[in-house]
């Protein structure tokens, strides 16, 4: 999990107390227009990186946003419902952002039961290991300041559009 704290940058700081002092309907108005602009970006960002389609059914198709007057939080695989094929991306997130050493041994047995070993790379269709992630940490880190950016910009523009609707 990735934090970004607002007590780093003054702006973003000044922006969170702000939002304290908008009234309900202005917040309400807020949130929505920012979930669909992070959202898209989101989505767009991890599509890019993904190559194959395991990655883009796993990761790309179930990204999620939710704002709220705080934060926002990204999320990929998190949906607990199957894909087409029985797979969970909640639980088999691991492999495919990053990666799985190639196993090359598994057991088979023949008709009548005699087990015996066969090679053969079981992980082929996954990337090998990276500590780092493939997708959704590189995105995570190219996609943060632009969201803090569309937060900030957002805000902005819903405190100038409420200014002038009093005037």
Known sequence: MLRVSAYSNRQLLAVLRGLRNLDRETKKQLRPRLKSLVQTAWQAELAERASTRLEQRVLVSTARTAVSDQNVRLKSAS???????????????GPV???????VQAVRSRRRG??????RNVNAPLRPSNR???????TLANIIPRVLAMY???????????LEGKQ
């Open 79 to 93: 949906v607990g419902r199957s894909l087409s094929g029985g797979l969970r991306p909640s639980e088999s997130y």
């Open 132 to 138: 780092r992630g493939y997708v959704v940490f590189p």
């Open 114 to 119: 005699t087990p015996y070993t066969t090679k």
């Open 152 to 162: 900030v910009q957002t805000f902005v523009r819903a405190i100038h559009e409420a």
């Open 97 to 103: 952002e990053f990666g799985a050493p190639p196993r």
